[in-house]
């Protein structure tokens, strides 16, 4: 494809485009409008423009709406897809049905170079960011949604290492002329990448998730290396500075290791992190990936780890809660087909193409 992707442009920058020609920021609204909430593929199928500027459109963009290119379903109706861009990267997205709530959780890069030990993604190596309309279009072309509720940036990569696409396709997702969908709605998950947090409560209204794992730095560290440059305390310091915006939510997600993360002095230490403040903890399972949940036990997996039972998940959130903090336990998804947190990418490799 070349020119210019209209998947991934504002509505401004669709008009900086066509007014040259002529056009007004009415039928910018209008291109957006077709790509964003009608999903057309076909510029010649675009609502409300004239043909001339259909012809025009024609000669110099594309719509840059693609479809996955293979799916497959959990048993609990959650569905895991495979895209794979036009310079071959892969990356996966999941649909998370749960009643009236229809949750798309998107990838913002074909592997990560954050290199949790832990995550199927971080195995799979770094293959490049996505851009903003390849973020946006994981949104707008699955098949089996017509109209997600929530979107969660939880998938593969590590959001605000491509602060600036993320930042873009928000706008995109949450603008009217855009994806329609309310900025309460879309959360973006990260391991905490200090300049990027900060840009990202600056410039946008979604919410925030940061992935705890030990209220301990020293842990921490050696379970997610990027705490030793951007440490989890002084991101939390700067989440509970920053007002809230609107219907804006901060959280943390606490996966829950047994022996490791879940004894009583790391829930002192959350309670002390946390009270009176207006950040959320969410609990979390922990998901072996399948070459460590396969192996004899504990035979491949230099850690040992597993996830906390759910008796003690639900003794954290009682006694987090009677401190005054929200606090909940996430259920698993999608766990046989790989799609549940962590375990995105564990059925690919470089050459991957099939699940
Ligand atoms: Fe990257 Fe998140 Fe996996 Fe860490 S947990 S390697 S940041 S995808």
Redesign the pocket.
């Known amino acids: 494809m070349t020119g210019t992707n209209l998947c991934g442009s504002t509505a401004d920058e669709i008009y900086n485009l066509i007014k040259p020609l002529g056009f007004t920021q009415s039928h910018a609204v209008s291109v957006a409008v077709s790509v964003y909430r009608k999903r057309i593929a076909d510029i010649f199928q675009f609502q409300k423009i004239p043909k001339r500027l259909m012809e025009e459109l024609y000669k110099t963009t594309y719509s840059g709406i693609f479809s996955p290119a293979e799916s497959i379903r959990s048993e609990d109706g959650s569905i895991k897809y495979l895209f794979r861009n036009g310079e071959g990267m892969v990356y996966e997205t999941v649909y998370i049905p749960e009643g009236k709530r229809k949750t798309v959780c998107v990838s913002t890069?074909s592997?990560?170079?954050?290199?949790?030990p832990?995550?199927?993604?971080?195995?799979f190596g770094f293959h490049g960011n996505l851009s903003a309309g390849e973020i946006v279009n994981q949104v707008i072309s699955l098949p089996d949604v017509p109209d997600p509720t929530h979107v969660v940036f939880?998938?593969?990569?590590?959001p605000l290492?491509n602060t600036d696409n993320v930042l873009k396709a928000c706008r995109i997702l949450t603008a009217e002329w855009g994806v329609s969908v309310s900025p309460g709605k879309v959360t973006v998950?990260?391991?905490g990448i200090t300049p990027g947090v900060i840009d990202f409560l600056r410039d946008s209204d979604c919410n925030l998730t940061l992935?705890l794992y030990s209220p301990f730095s020293g842990q921490r560290g050696t379970i997610?290396?990027?705490e030793r440059l951007f440490p989890a305390r002084e991101i939390i310091e700067i989440m509970k500075n920053f007002g809230l915006k609107g219907k804006r939510r901060m959280s943390v997600a606490y996966v829950m290791f047994g022996g490791v993360n879940d004894t009583d002095e790391h829930l002192v230490e959350l309670i002390h992190m946390f009270k009176g403040s207006h950040i959320r903890v969410n609990l979390v399972p922990f998901h072996k990936i399948p070459s460590i949940r396969e192996a004899e036990p504990y035979g491949n997996d230099p850690t040992g780890i597993t996830s906390s039972t759910s008796e003690r998940m639900l003794y954290f959130k009682h006694n987090l809660v009677i401190s005054g903090i929200s606090a909940s336990v996430r259920r698993s998804r999608g766990i046989d087909v790989n799609a549940a947190c962590?375990l995105?990418a564990s059925g690919l490799n470089r050459s991957s193409r099939h699940y």
């Open positions: 890069q592997g990560c170079r954050m290199g949790c832990f995550c199927a993604t971080g195995k939880m998938g593969m990569g590590e290492d998950s990260t391991v992935s997610v290396p990027a962590g995105l």
